[in-house]
């Protein structure tokens, strides 16, 4: 594992915090006073998947969790069992064929958007996945729209459409059934018309 | 997609950026109210005031034959409003813009801010502490009716009086910290490194104080009601005066609204031999951080000796009372004009 200090910090980095592997989801720069500057960090547990909130000096030093992105293909979602385990969604490697799975915990709102046999970034450490790079904008077909919806006047022209994975998108009125569409999926709103 | 962009998209969201200028309406009518003067302060300035935590605007100012001058933007109103007081103005405030560089990729900074800046003359830090608990609650009541604030799923109760926490009594309430053997620089490391923080040669004392302020403490402040912070330590804050008591400590306060502070009082240093041995002691300090350099203000120095009476004041962050009262969580959605739409080094 190699050592980073806090002006290597990049959103979605892993690094070790109190001894388990964590997932940086955000940091800011703070400056509360005389001269000392601080990060502040919102941490996710791999393990857990809790988010925290924890603030290094300017200039800590951390473990940095080592992850490889591998190129793998979806395949389907695994439901609960018996056991009580969770939702897990099972993902191909393109090159290896080796099969990995990831839980809707390290997913979150994601798993909307999943499609099965497109092609994700999954991250893997010590041939376990962690989690998915999530892309800027994901292509979706729409399989259900309205057509000549009136929409929602105070919004200007819009309306809801459902795409083929299911999830409901806020879309401009001229948006029709067949249209394939881009959207962001870390905020779930619609970006173009693909 | 742009401010403007989204306002002419949804027409909706016009109603959020209409709360400044009831907030600024209020902070006019309170201060008239009570026969504040308001001033307009500059903005282009010679000589920032000595604050080695600030990160100053520089820029170039030239004559007609291209003879070059240094000029800042500046970082409060303080200076200019503390030499009309010596001048005799009175009670006075400034709602104005500031400038500080350096807090990028935040919610809760935009490079450009509106400052609200009042003093009160014969006052000292516990005045000014009951003029904040009137001017938040006269503001909420004439923008949301009520004196009632509800902030991201918080109801906040901003009558008076607002809790009143010393520094050294949220140290022992929040972080089990018994501030008397804190002061001590290798106590200070001790408990840091007890506590499971790294603690390396070069930190200093306000750095292990300031880890673990905003780890274990600044967190719980302002929740139910808006918490006063009061009596800093005295190395924290070059122009207050410092408690007769207990000289470890500043006449200092800041308040706390969900988490979020909202101002920072002084009781007003008064002394311009101490004024300036701390203004040459925070100079050194900005030398030693790398910092850009500048020169401190003689004439501020000369207007302390001439006498500025026994004053307090305190400067509160405007966009972030609009951050509260519009319930939003960044400080860019309160701005027409974002400065993250305009330089992409702030995204």
């Known amino acids: ?194 | 997609m742009k401010t403007w962009e989204k306002l002419r998209k949804d027409p909706s969201l016009w109603p959020r950026y209409f709360v400044r200028e009831k907030v600024t309406r209020a902070i006019r009518t309170f201060f008239d109210e009570r026969e504040f003067h308001e001033v307009e302060t500059p903005i282009l300035i010679a000589h920032p005031p000595a604050e080695s935590y600030l990160d100053v605007f520089q820029t170039t100012m030239f004559d007609r034959h291209r003879h070059p001058a240094t000029a800042y933007l500046s970082t409060s109103p303080e200076v200019p409003l503390k030499k009309l007081m010596v001048a005799g103005l009175g009670n006075c405030y400034s709602l104005t813009k500031s400038f500080r560089n350096m807090e990028t990729q935040s919610k809760l900074h935009n490079p450009e801010f509106t400052i609200l800046e009042w003093y009160r003359i014969g006052a000292d830090y516990k005045d000014i502490m009951k003029d904040c608990e009137q001017l938040l609650l006269f503001i909420n009541r004439l923008t949301a009716s009520t004196s009632m604030l509800r902030y991201q799923g918080e109801k906040i109760d901003l009558t008076a009086p607002w809790e009143r926490l010393t520094v050294a009594e949220s140290f022992k309430k929040y972080a089990k910290i018994d501030f008397d053997m804190f002061f001590d620089i290798e106590e200070a490391r001790r408990i840091a490194k007890e506590k499971g923080y790294q603690v390396h040669a070069r930190n200093t004392w306000e750095e292990l104080f300031d880890q673990i302020f905003l780890n274990e403490i600044e967190l719980h402040l302002g929740h139910g009601k808006p918490t006063i912070l009061y009596e800093f330590p005295g190395v924290m804050g070059a122009l207050a005066k410092k408690k007769s008591s207990d000289p470890r400590f500043a006449e200092r306060f800041e308040f706390y609204i969900a988490g979020l502070e909202l101002g920072d009082c002084y009781s007003e240093l008064t002394d311009w031999k101490e004024q300036k041995e701390r203004f040459k002691k925070e100079l050194a300090e900005v030398k030693r951080l790398g910092k850009t350099i500048y020169n401190y203000d003689h004439d501020f120095i000369k207007a302390l000796k001439v006498g500025l009476p026994k004053c307090s004041g305190i400067a509160v962050g405007v966009d972030r009372l609009t951050m509260l009262l519009t319930d939003t969580d960044d400080i860019a959605d309160t701005l027409l004009f974002p400065g993250k739409e305009e330089f992409s080094l702030l995204e």
């Open chain 1, 1 to 194: 594992m190699s050592s980073i200090t806090t002006a290597e910090f990049r959103k979605g980095m892993f690094i070790i915090f109190k001894d388990e592997p964590h997932q940086i989801v955000e940091f800011q720069h703070v400056n509360p006073g005389k001269g000392s500057a601080f990060v502040r960090t919102r941490l996710k547990s791999l393990k857990t998947s809790r988010v925290q909130e924890f603030t290094y000096k300017s200039g800590d030093s951390v473990e940095e969790f080592p992850v490889e992105t591998h190129e793998m293909q979806y395949l389907y979602k695994e439901g609960p069992d018996q056991t009580g385990v969770k939702d897990k969604y099972v993902f191909m490697d393109n090159y290896s064929y080796e099969q990995y799975s990831l839980p809707e915990s390290l997913l979150g709102d994601f798993v909307s958007y999943l499609k099965p046999n497109d092609t994700y970034q999954v991250m893997v450490n010590d041939d376990t996945a962690v989690g998915l790079r999530f892309p800027k904008k994901v292509r979706l077909l729409v399989t259900e729209a309205e057509e000549g919806a009136r929409g929602d006047t105070v919004s200007g022209a819009n309306k809801v459409v459902t795409v083929e994975t299911g999830a409901k998108v806020s879309v401009p009125l001229f948006i029709k059934q067949g249209d394939t569409i881009a959207i962001d999926p870390e905020t779930g709103t619609y970006l173009e018309r693909a």
